[in-house]
Every structure is written in structure tokens, then in C-alpha cells.
């Protein structure tokens, strides 16, 4: 049922966000050692940007990790890694800007998050199940070609929801570096050349995302291809 396509996909896709995660980190901690002018922490750059879009009701908490910075919608809170939260480099208010983009977005109904929230527990219950279906492919691939067949679509429908998810997360993070890159600008936070780093940070950063759904766009069509091969046998 399965050849070494897909692993090939897999690999691929995998070296190549892999090095983008690695040039990612690079800027980062070429940004890290770049101060603010003003000297401002990622913490008070997220918490003006928030006052300045009127919003009063997200939290700015610190969290362990490194460039484990997200929002959370539900819980409307923006979680800083600890180097970010505390930290007064370019990289810091570059990243606390985007986090704090998303709570933006979030606060205008920005209507690609709502969607790629509402498709959150699609792609858990997709993921889980793909999981399972991978193992039991490996039982009855070639034992009971038809039922093999049957759970091949439902990979296929699974690996469709991820590939959608990850498209739409696309508009989503280009859009919260958008909002806070311009928002940096226009507060006066970041000049000249600090923001051309901003900037160059948070594009690195959006590379990931276009690497993540190029791999799942190639494994959902490398499976329809063989879903398709398998029924004209």
C-alpha cells in the first residue's frame, strides 16, 4: 500500500523546515544581542501595543522554552518565552509585536483565526486518527487490499483537514507580523535599521509556516496519487 514515497516526502519537507528552524534561531540570536534604543522588554512591548489597540482584557505572562511564544485565544493570553518576556533586544519587541498581532486579530474577529480556531479539535481528532490508521495499513495492506483501500481514504480525508489547517495558518502569521511590524513603526519602538531586523526576523519566522504547508500539501497528493493508483490495479 504504501511505498517509500511518502517517506521521502517526509524527509524531504522535514530537512527543510529544519534548516529554516535553524536560520530562524540564527536571527534570533543575532537580534537577542541587539538592544532597543529604548530599552524597552518584550513585556512592555506587548502590553503598550495591546493598550494602543484598545485592548484591556489579554494577560502578558512569561513561559519556559525557547521561541515558545504564542497566543491563546481562548484563554486570551499572551505567552512570552522567558528571553523575550524579560529581554530589551530587537528580537524581543519583534516577537512580542507578532504574539501580540494575534490578540489583535483576535479582538477584530480577524476571520482567518476564527477559522483556523474552530479547526482546531478537526485536526487533533485527524491527527489521532491518522495514527491509528498508519498502524493498521501496516496489518492489512496487502491481506485485505479492499479494506486497505477503504482506510487510505480515510488518511486521505484526515490529511486533507491538516493540509487545510496549515494553509490557513499561512494569512493568519503573516498577518499578525504584519500588525505589529507596522504597529512598531508607527509607536516609534523600532528605527531604521532595528526595524529592517524586526522585519527580517519575523520573515524567517513565516518561512517555517510556508515550509509546514508545502509538506502537507505534498503528502496529501502524494497519497490521492496512490489511492488512485491502487484503485485502477
Not at 512569561?62 to 491563546?72: A, E, P, R, V
Not at 499561512?170 to 519602538?189: C, F, H
Amino acid at each position: 500500500m504504501f511505498d517509500s514515497g511518502l517517506l521521502l516526502i517526509g524527509i524531504l519537507f522535514a530537512g527543510l523546515g529544519m534548516l529554516i528552524s535553524f536560520r530562524l534561531k540564527s536571527k534570533f540570536k543575532q537580534y537577542a544581542q541587539e538592544p532597543l534604543l529604548n530599552h524597552m522588554s518584550g513585556k512592555e512591548v506587548a502590553e503598550k501595543m495591546l493598550r494602543d489597540n484598545g485592548i484591556y482584557d489579554v494577560q502578558v505572562t512569561s513561559t519556559q522554552g525557547f521561541l515558545t511564544d504564542h497566543y491563546n485565544p481562548s484563554t486570551k493570553v499572551v505567552n512570552l518565552s522567558d528571553e523575550v518576556y524579560n529581554g530589551q533586544s530587537v528580537a524581543s519587541a519583534a516577537v512580542a509585536a507578532h504574539e501580540c498581532g494575534h490578540a489583535v486579530q483576535h479582538a477584530k474577529a480577524y476571520a482567518w483565526l476564527n477559522l483556523r480556531s474552530a479547526m482546531v479539535p478537526i485536526v487533533q481528532l485527524s491527527s489521532n486518527l491518522m495514527n491509528i490508521m498508519f498502524i493498521g495499513l501496516m496489518f492489512v495492506a496487502y491481506a485485505m487490499p479492499k479494506m486497505g483501500n477503504a482506510m487510505l481514504l480515510v488518511v486521505i480525508i484526515c490529511q486533507a483537514a491538516i493540509t487545510l489547517f496549515s494553509v490557513i495558518t499561512l494569512p493568519v502569521e503573516v498577518d499578525a507580523s504584519r500588525r505589529g511590524l507596522q504597529w512598531l513603526n508607527s509607536a516609534g519602538i523600532t528605527h531604521g535599521e532595528e526595524h529592517t531586523h524586526a522585519k527580517d526576523a519575523l520573515t524567517w519566522a513565516a518561512y517555517t509556516y510556508f515550509a509546514a504547508a508545502l509538506g502537507a500539501i505534498a503528502s496529501l497528493i502524494y497519497l490521492i496519487m496512490r489511492f488512485m493508483g491502487n484503485n485502477r490495479d
